[in-house]
């Protein structure tokens, strides 16, 4: 089992930076995948960006391509997104999940299969 802990969120203005950390509890954090997710009001869950457990493979949706990156430091038992060049239809609340490791690249975009999930944290972009 694995505990998880966001924090970063914060307001900021449009173009804007924000890094997101996800502290994960346990011994096991390098062997699951990572997954970022959003909700903004009134919508559903959206997938942002995922990283395997060993940091070999990313997956991006496509609106946040090139502007994100993920990323983990098994050492630290975290992960990281770094959000750049933020829009205001980046506002939502932000949560990091894991999972076990997934048996193919389109499970990475779905959040049902990710197991654990932390509390969120929210970012909002100003214009």
């Known amino acids: 089992q694995v505990q998880l802990v966001e924090s970063g969120g914060g307001l900021v203005q449009a173009g804007g930076s924000l890094r997101l950390s996800c502290a994960a509890s346990?011994?096991?954090?390098?062997?699951?995948?990572m997954g970022w997710f959003r909700q903004a009001p009134g919508k559903e869950r959206e997938f942002v960006a995922a990283?395997?457990?060993?940091?070999?493979?990313?997956y991006y949706s496509d609106s946040v391509k090139g502007r994100f990156t993920i990323s983990r430091d098994n050492g630290k038992n975290t992960a990281y997104l770094q959000m750049n060049s933020l829009k205001p239809e980046d506002t939502a609340v932000y949560y990091c999940a894991a999972s076990r490791p997934l048996k193919s690249s389109s499970y990475y975009s779905s959040d049902s299969e990710y197991r654990y999930w932390g509390q969120g944290t929210q970012v909002t972009v100003s214009s």
């Open positions: 990283m395997t457990w060993s940091g070999g493979r990313t």
């Open positions: 346990g011994r096991t954090f390098s062997s699951y995948d």
